[in-house]
């Protein structure tokens, strides 16, 4: 991706939910993390390349990859969806933010909920947990990859998350996939506001010719109906 795609996606934030409905019109395959992970911030949606990490018991392979990513970076640390620990706490999501990282994504659990709060950096993990790792880490460099429940994530993916959830977007096409779906949320939004001044969404769709078409040819879809006319709504 250029420069100029790559400052497109940075200065635009698409719903996830406009980016979905793009990645099926277009047919490009999107990563969804797993919906178990929920936002401890609601309504901080953030974005921005993957910085991903294999948590292995200690803190030293978080600070590694805090040091070594680029500011407007989000965290994705792969802590195997552990239930009997936390592996993010106060110092780790104060020290991320401090590096200019936008969120933080764990499969796993987080603690310090309080101060997180204070701290103000959205992260999404599977909740909260007291303890932290009581196992014994192995000595070695810091693994930078991380899979969200079986959802490979790597340096070269982009994160977009919002309280619809976790998206993993790879480098291919990945312009297209944010323009086209910037063209649905705003096709939308203007349906919404034509709906809340009287103009119901079965006029604006000409839901009646639909149906008149769809008696004439059982085969026509809702989907290819709007694909033809200009719609915008998924099914």
Sequence with gaps: MSVGEEQTVQTELPATAAVADAAVRLGIAVGTAPVGLVPLLPGRPFQGPAAPVTHLG??????????????????????GGR???????????LEAAEAGMTGVVVWGRHRDTAQL????????????????????????????????????????????????????IGPERRAELFETALRIQQVEGAQSE???????????????????????????????YLAETGGAIET
């Design 58 to 79: 200690s803190v030293d392979v978080l600070l590694e990859t805090i040091d070594d990513a680029s500011p407007g970076a989000v965290l994705v640390i792969d802590n």
């Design 83 to 93: 239930d009997d620990e936390a592996c993010v706490g106060d110092l780790m999501l």
């Design 117 to 168: 709060r204070e701290i103000g950096l959205p992260v999404f993990s599977r909740g909260a947990h007291p303890y932290g790792p009581r196992r014994v880490p192995p000595a070695g460099r810091a693994m930078r990859s991380a899979f969200l429940d079986g959802v490979p994530v790597t340096p070269a993916d982009w994160i977009l998350a919002d309280d619809d959830g976790v998206l993993v």
């Design 194 to 224: 034509r709906m809340r001044a009287g103009v119901s969404l079965r006029d604006q769709l000409d839901f009646r010719r639909y149906r008149e078409q769809q008696a004439a040819d059982p085969t026509l879809t809702l989907r290819r």
